[in-house]
């Protein structure tokens, strides 16, 4: 007997340092951030943090806490499954620091006044992105936070061309420069996934850890009115939604997930990722349902799974991944009407974006390479008026009256004829801008 209780405490020793070593690895292994290609430069801050695991409805920065100054506002390192290190400057940074100014302007106001949108840039797409960027500025009339992923020889490019804009330009906006990072164990597959860099945006929420809500948009985006404006419809989710896209196509004939996918895509034409509203809090604690398993997965644990099943059934990259997990969980998305993502599939076979008829384009999404090729030349005219405007000059006289003089001589394609639909919005949101920079002297 005596053998059999000698035999008993050793294994509850051996049990007892067996998870005492596993609960340590485990715990190295989330520190150190392994599964994550990161170019580090030095250790981020680990005190405790507010990671926000309330489901806010409000978006912004309501209900975060405020921490210490930023100490720049470009980095290159941080740790995506803890925060961002405490010398970065994430949107709980205290804005109107000294600091700040040298690499984006002071900005007044704070709170949810502020509006928040993501791009990721790569390869030869600097000039788009900042030609969106000086869209976003050009109407918005309150601040922007700018978040920009972009390869690491575009950072002092973005840097030097953002601090150029005249002051009182940039009294309206901050930035931040962030580097390209994907998951280490796989970054390559992600890399390769439709565009360069495009996958990105799927991480944000795991990188961006202390951002509450979030606009992304693709870098062939333009702003024909205020960013607030679609920042607001965040307040038009109900407690289920965590994000907002609108549809891939409006005329199912034409559309291409319902004649040609090979995977699940959300409800009749799918969706179109160019603009997303993301709930950032809601995505992070949401557990999906799936075709892969029955128990369900949180965000980041569903993305490689996904990609592993369907990467040979996929072409659209990202977009045919976001459209899989939404058609699973199809009361998580608020589908938002096509003038908020205006593309040439709305005019190209003839008119079909009946809410651009009644209230014009919001937002311009110029894919397929329209801006640089003479295939839609109405919506290089449009890209080509914002791109050639120099700050400071009379919108209706340096922008509005050339813009529709070029778009005159577009009539000849389906997209030219309307192309009246690209002003009505536009006019209005200049108009709008004039008359807040009257009032700002």
């Known amino acids: 007997m005596r053998c059999y209780h000698q035999a008993f405490l050793l294994c509850m020793v051996f049990t007892f340092f067996s998870l ?67 010398d970065v400057c994430g949107v709980n940074c205290l804005l109107e620091s000294s600091i700040g100014k040298s690499s984006g302007s002071e900005v007044q106001e704070h709170g949810d006044g502020r509006s928040h949108l993501a791009v990721v840039a790569c390869g030869p797409r600097l000039e788009e992105t900042l030609v969106m960027l000086k869209s976003a500025v050009l109407f918005s009339l309150k601040p922007l936070h700018f978040y920009i992923f972009a390869e690491d020889d575009l950072h002092d490019h973005f840097r030097n061309a953002l601090d150029s804009w005249p002051r009182t330009v940039q009294s309206k906006f901050n930035f931040t420069i962030y580097p390209i990072t994907f998951p280490k164990k796989n970054a390559n597959e992600w890399k390769k996934l439709f565009k360069p860099c495009a996958s990105q945006r799927l991480f944000l929420p795991l990188i961006l850890k202390e951002v509450d809500s979030l606009l992304y948009v693709d870098t062939d985006i333009l702003f024909l009115q205020p960013v607030e404006d679609i920042w607001a419809l965040f307040s038009q989710f109900n407690s289920s939604h965590l994000a907002a896209m609108a549809p891939e196509h409006e005329e199912p004939r034409i559309g291409w997930y319902n004649r040609f996918a090979r995977h699940p895509y959300y409800g009749k034409t799918g969706i179109n990722s160019g603009v997303m509203l993301m709930n950032m809090t809601r995505l992070r604690e949401k557990y999906f349902k799936n075709d892969m398993t029955t128990v369900a997965l949180k965000w980041e644990e569903i993305l490689m799974p996904l990609l592993q099943k369907y990467k040979l059934n996929i072409t659209w990259g990202d977009q045919d991944l976001l459209n899989i997990i939404f058609h699973h969980n199809p009361e998580s998305l608020y589908v938002i009407p096509c003038q908020w993502n205006y593309r040439p599939d709305h005019c190209i076979y003839g008119s079909n974006c009946q809410q651009a008829h009644q209230e014009g384009v919001f937002i311009l999404h110029g894919n397929r390479g329209v801006y640089h090729n003479d295939k839609q030349p109405a919506f290089r005219a ?8 120099t700050f400071g000059e009379n919108t209706e006289t340096s922008l509005l009256q050339p813009l529709e003089a070029s778009l005159q001589t577009t009539s000849n394609t389906y997209c030219g004829r309307a192309s009246h639909l690209f002003t009505k919005k536009l006019k209005r949101s200049a108009a709008s801008a004039r008359q807040d920079a009257t009032q700002r002297r």
């Open 20 to 86: 005492v070593y596993v609960f340590n690895q485990l715990a190295s292994t989330l520190e150190d951030g392994t599964d994550w290609d990161l170019n580090e430069q030095g250790a981020p801050d680990k005190r405790a943090h507010d990671t926000g695991h309330l489901l806010r409805k409000e978006p912004g920065l309501v209900g975060l806490r405020e921490s210490d100054r930023c100490k720049k506002l470009s980095v290159s390192y941080w740790n995506p499954y803890w925060r961002l290190p405490a």
């Open 382 to 389: 449009v890209y080509d008026a914002i791109r050639k405007y």
